[in-house]
């Protein structure tokens, strides 16, 4: 029952002292004040006008926030295109310069000249003239074609100094050292790599490339000079900006060039700006600069907006770093795009207006609403009055009835009460009889002041019931219980409660009840049910049935136990005096004479089958004794029957195991060796035998360092001492490659795993043995064959890669159709037989541990930003998007050009299973210490049987792979060595025909630590 009584005695008390004194006096209306409409509706419009001024303010904070970020997407898309275009400059640059790098006719030139040079023949000589003119002729056709394509600087440098050989854009001009105030070429010849960057001089800003040139064919021969390539910075400006849609503009700031550099040709940027414009594909940017309206260059890429001839623009620079920067200070040159955003502004002030119309509106339909409000109100206020009277009239009527029931009450034997608990869960007694002094020693009045009363002389075991008595009276209409009552001069009184329920409208209940005493007989009851229940309960709650039979050949039951019934599904009626069955009736044929009491025992143990109810077997045990009667004769059997189905089943299985296991382990093609944990054979299956050459039972209980060469045979005890001590092994669980000793004394090499378990309390060890003698020779066999073949494909593949580039490229002259058809796939195939080489090196460095890793802590972001611009050709050649969506950029310790490698192998793969028009996906996303990077394509998917080998070395799904996609199969295989080399994992999750995600985890700077 909820008694959960809030309302203090006093406080009763006092309510009730005035509900009689308001039924003794007439019913007085106490006139209601009403709050003044016009108070309300001003406080309510001022508050509306708040909230919605913050709503609209909101709203056009959001709206200018939507516009500002419009207009940064806007200048950086501008950007990453301009970038893109520069980059593709150079890259440009840099082919040209390593096709001409590698053209026999200009390296034979330039060896001639340097062993000239170098013996003293004066420059204005006319061997030297000779052997300019043949430099200039060779790369004639090649200037041509660099004129068409931006083309601004093709010469050639002699020695450290960097002497001007030959200048194709000023023929007439040798003999000057540059190295010094030329850095990339200073560069190039003291390091002997290829250089490429941004350079700013006198000529503008060009991408420029230079590749060294040796004394030999190989590269360990000696720097004798270098050759530089260079483009504009950007394509034609005419047409990157039909591209791009708007206007573009180079400036250089002649201010920050070199003393000894003079200024390149170009207009003034503003009144006192040092910055010059020296090209542009609009007229309108001079009328810009000549007003100094347009922006100082800043050290990033910055944009803003310009208003000029009534219109306004939209102007995004996009910095150019010299290579000379040491940092990214003030750069020396930069890229203006503008573009007319006249209508878009225009359509954002109408919008604005738009906003403020419709925030207004919002407002005067808010105070309509507002008055229809306060008008409901005062006519619900005038209803409540009303109400009021109303309900002062009830209470009195309530009164009068009340007082007749307490006299009619007041005759019955035990007590009547009513009880109600108001909708917010307090408890009160609306009214209790006299009859409450003989159970609780209370008088009524008590109660009614303080309802905890009731259930304070309770015993706690009764009180749960009580109450769910009261609340099964809601439920079902009426309720009855017994319960116990601590009566305060009496001690413990039984005590049966009735009542009914009645649900009030306003949510409260109203019990209506009657509690009378029935001690006595709660007490002749309780005496019965003890002494009846006494032994049922102490023999029922055994696991099993107890029984009395008589010893004759049928075992005729006399009493059987209710735990008869759990065991075989018949109740123990059936069996006393075979009414219905016997009980040896269910015992199994062929387990009968297993269930007779053997001959003159006096005290017996049987196992045996029986058939229960349901048809299925089960194991009984039976322990009996025999019991005389006053003769001495015995003629009667005690016993008890108990299951042991479980037990007797677990033994059987154990047999079977133990069989299984056995057959198993001798059986398996690898050699299994379990030892105790001081090392001593236990198990030594056949493969084991055949592996080391010695027989079971010759090695099973001798150690296990029999088995192995020195030093280890003498270490092998401590170290299984140390891990018994301590706990901790790196071996166990991992495969090991170990040198074992067969017994004839011959040492080889196994792969061995170890395995830790628990056998009866004792710790076993298993070991797994496989001789792998003939894969490390395999191994080895198909490494070293592979390492020879590539590094002597690689020299002569250099040069006829070279000479093909050069001849497709046009650097020799045209050629006919026919053969420039067959000259583009024999360029083509020995780039992929390049490649191929360059992935069998790579593999074979990562096998044998000798490739380098330059580890730096960097962002990741940049890192995936490299890889899908570096691979863009591709993917626009096979007509497929790529889609980046780097949600995390943390730091990674890793080296980035093998990271790239890594890329650059899952972004090509994806392209080419991709369909034409389909979309490759880059993401990033962070996992606790982890980052992944995922590349998903919508390609057809990895082949089921393909899975557990396509991370193998040469390993394709089948051979039209290789026909249709191309690929060596070591694109996968080299990622995951770099990978896990670099701390990471790679795999993959592929559902077919819905595409594959080839993903690799890093960990991130903060968590990485040095390998162990």
């Given at each position: 029952m909820p008694l959960r009584f809030a309302v203090a005695y006093q406080a009763r008390r006092d309510s009730f002292a005035a509900a009689r004194a308001a039924l003794d006096q007439p019913v007085r209306m106490t006139p209601l004040r009403l709050p003044t409409p016009r108070r309300i509706f001003g406080l309510g419009s001022l508050l509306l006008a708040v909230l919605f001024g913050a709503l609209a303010l909101n709203d056009y904070l959001g709206r200018v926030a939507v516009w500002q970020l419009e207009i940064a997407n806007q200048g950086q898309l501008q950007s990453l295109a301009l970038q893109s275009a520069q980059r593709g400059q150079e890259r440009q640059a840099q082919m040209l310069a390593a096709a001409l790098g590698s053209d026999p006719r200009l390296l034979a030139s330039m060896r001639q000249i340097d062993r000239e040079l170098r013996a003293g023949t004066p420059w204005d000589a006319a061997t030297l003239t000779r052997l300019r003119q043949q430099l200039s002729d060779t790369l004639q056709p090649a200037w041509q074609a660099m004129q068409a394509q931006q083309g601004l600087q093709l010469q050639l440098f002699w020695s450290e100094a960097g002497i001007g050989v030959l200048h194709m854009q000023q023929p007439d001009a040798f003999g000057e050292a540059q190295a010094a105030r030329q850095p990339l070429l200073a560069a190039a010849l003291r390091e002997g790599r290829p250089q490429a960057g941004l350079v700013i001089d006198q000529h503008g800003a060009s991408s420029r490339s230079i590749v060294p040139l040796r004394s030999g064919d190989d590269a360990t021969g000696?720097?004798?000079?270098?050759?530089?390539?260079?483009?504009?910075?950007?394509?034609?400006?005419?047409?990157?900006?039909?591209?791009?849609?708007?206007?573009?503009?180079?400036?250089?700031?002649?201010?920050?060039?070199?003393?000894?550099?003079?200024?390149?040709?170009?207009?003034?940027?503003?009144?006192?700006?040092?910055?010059?414009?020296?090209?542009?594909?609009?007229?309108?940017?001079?009328?810009?600069?000549?007003?100094?309206?347009?922006?100082?260059?800043?050290?990033?890429?910055?944009?803003?907006?310009?208003?000029?001839?009534?219109?306004?623009?939209?102007?995004?620079?996009?910095?150019?770093?010299?290579?000379?920067?040491?940092?990214?200070?003030?750069?020396?040159?930069?890229?203006?795009?503008?573009?007319?955003?006249?209508?878009?502004?225009?359509?954002?002030?109408?919008?604005?207006?738009?906003?403020?119309?419709?925030?207004?509106?919002?407002?005067?339909?808010?105070?309509?609403?507002?008055?229809?409000?306060?008008?409901?109100?005062?006519?619900?206020?005038?209803?409540?009055?009303?109400?009021?009277?109303?309900?002062?009239?009830?209470?009195?009527?309530?009164?009068?009835?009340?007082?007749?029931?307490?006299?009619?009450?007041?005759?019955?034997?035990?007590?009547?009460?009513?009880?109600?608990?108001?909708?917010?869960?307090?408890?009160?007694?609306?009214?209790?009889?006299?009859?409450?002094?003989?159970?609780?020693?209370?008088?009524?009045?008590?109660?009614?002041?303080?309802?905890?009363?009731?259930?304070?002389?309770?015993?706690?075991?009764?009180?749960?019931?009580?109450?769910?008595?009261?609340?099964?009276?809601?439920?079902?209409?009426?309720?009855?219980?017994?319960?116990?009552?601590?009566?305060?001069?009496?001690?413990?009184?039984?005590?049966?409660?009735?009542?009914?329920?009645?649900?009030?409208?306003?949510?409260?209940?109203?019990?209506?009840?009657?509690?009378?005493?029935?001690?006595?007989?709660?007490?002749?009851?309780?005496?019965?049910?003890?002494?009846?229940?006494?032994?049922?309960?102490?023999?029922?709650?055994?696991?099993?049935?107890?029984?009395?039979?008589?010893?004759?050949?049928?075992?005729?039951?006399?009493?059987?136990?209710?735990?008869?019934?759990?065991?075989?599904?018949?109740?123990?009626?059936?069996?006393?005096d075979n009414r219905l069955r016997s009980y040896l009736s269910l015992v199994h044929p062929d387990d009968l004479p297993r269930a007779r009491r053997p001959d003159g025992a006096e005290v017996f143990e049987l196992t045996y089958r029986i058939r229960d109810a349901q048809g299925r077997g089960l194991w009984l045990r039976e322990r009996g004794r025999m019991v005389h009667e006053q003769d001495g004769a015995a003629q009667w059997c005690e016993g008890f029957i108990w299951d042991v189905t479980a037990h007797m089943r677990a033994e059987q299985d154990m047999q079977e195991r133990e069989r299984y296991l056995s057959m198993l382990i001798d059986n398996v093609i690898d050699a299994i060796i379990i030892i105790d944990e001081r090392g001593i054979i236990e198990t030594f299956n056949h493969a084991a035998e055949q592996i080391f050459g010695y027989r079971g039972e010759e090695i099973i209980g001798h150690n296990l360092s029999q088995l192995m060469p020195e030093p280890d045979r003498s270490a092998h005890d401590g170290y299984l001492a140390h891990y018994v001590r301590s706990g901790h092994s790196r071996a166990l669980e991992q495969n090991r490659e170990l040198v074992a000793q067969r017994r004839n004394g011959e040492t080889f090499t196994i792969e061995l795993r170890v395995s830790q378990i628990m056998h009866h309390g004792e710790r076993k060890f298993i070991g797994l043995v496989r001789d792998i003698t003939e894969r490390k020779r395999i191994e080895r066999m198909k490494s070293e064959l592979v390492s020879i073949v590539s590094h002597e494909l690689r020299t002569p593949l250099t040069s006829i890669a070279g000479a093909l580039g050069l001849i497709t490229g046009g650097a020799l002259g045209g050629a006919p159709a026919p053969m420039q058809q067959m000259l583009a796939i024999a360029h083509q195939n020995s780039l992929r037989l390049g490649r191929l080489i360059d992935d069998l090196l790579d593999m074979d460095k990562l096998v044998a541990g000798k490739m380098a890793f330059d580890m730096r802590i960097q962002h990741l972001r940049p890192l995936l930003e490299q890889a899908i611009s570096s691979n863009q050709g591709y993917a626009d050649q096979q007509q497929v998007r790529f889609v980046l969506q780097a949600a995390a950029d943390p730091l990674v310790e890793v080296d980035d050009s093998r990271l790239q490698q890594v890329l650059a192998n899952l972004l090509v793969n994806a392209i080419k299973f991709s369909p034409v028009g389909g979309i490759v996906e880059l993401a990033s996303e962070q996992r606790g210490d982890w980052v992944r990077v995922s590349v998903r394509d919508q390609g057809p998917g990895v082949p089921e049987e393909f899975r557990s080998r396509i991370f193998e070395k040469f390993s394709q799904a089948d051979s039209s792979d290789t026909r249709q996609k191309g690929g060596t199969g070591l694109g996968l295989a080299i990622s995951k060595e770099l990978t896990e080399h670099m701390r990471g994992r790679l795999g993959f999750d592929s559902v077919p025909g819905q595409g594959a995600c080839f993903w690799f985890e890093l960990p991130i700077a903060a968590s990485v630590t040095a390998p162990s």
């Open positions: 000696a720097v004798i000079g270098a050759l530089e390539v260079g483009f504009g910075s950007l394509p034609k400006l005419d047409q990157l900006s039909a591209q791009l849609g708007a206007g573009l503009a180079l400036i250089i700031d002649r201010k920050a060039l070199p003393a000894s550099t003079s200024a390149p040709i170009g207009v003034q940027l503003g009144h006192d700006s040092d910055w010059l414009l020296t090209g542009h594909s609009a007229t309108q940017i001079l009328h810009w600069a000549q007003m100094n309206q347009l922006p100082t260059p800043a050290n990033d890429t910055a944009q803003g907006l310009l208003q000029a001839d009534g219109r306004t623009f939209l102007v995004n620079q996009i910095p150019l770093h010299d290579a000379r920067e040491q940092q990214q200070g003030t750069p020396l040159a930069a890229a203006l795009a503008w573009r007319d955003i006249s209508p878009l502004v225009r359509e954002h002030a109408n919008v604005d207006q738009r906003l403020l119309l419709k925030w207004g509106i919002a407002w005067l339909i808010a105070e309509l609403l507002l008055w229809l409000l306060v008008y409901l109100l005062q006519r619900r206020l005038i209803v409540q009055r009303q109400h009021q009277l109303s309900r002062q009239q009830h209470a009195r009527s309530h009164q009068r009835m009340l007082e007749r029931a307490q006299k009619i009450a007041s005759l019955l034997p035990g007590m009547v009460f009513q009880l109600k608990r108001y909708a917010d869960g307090r408890h009160a007694f609306l009214y209790v009889s006299e009859g409450a002094r003989a159970l609780y020693g209370q008088s009524p009045e008590n109660l009614i002041g303080d309802p905890q009363l009731a259930t304070a002389g309770v015993h706690p075991d009764d009180l749960p019931r009580l109450r769910s008595t009261l609340t099964r009276a809601i439920r079902e209409g009426k309720a009855a219980t017994e319960f116990r009552l601590e009566h305060p001069q009496r001690g413990t009184l039984w005590i049966e409660g009735r009542a009914s329920a009645e649900s009030l409208a306003d949510g409260a209940v109203l019990w209506h009840g009657f509690a009378t005493e029935i001690t006595e007989l709660m007490a002749a009851t309780r005496a019965l049910q003890q002494s009846e229940s006494r032994y049922r309960g102490m023999v029922g709650n055994l696991p099993g049935a107890v029984y009395r039979c008589r010893n004759d050949a049928e075992r005729r039951m006399s009493y059987l136990s209710d735990g008869i019934e759990r065991l075989t599904g018949y109740p123990a009626s059936d069996f006393i």
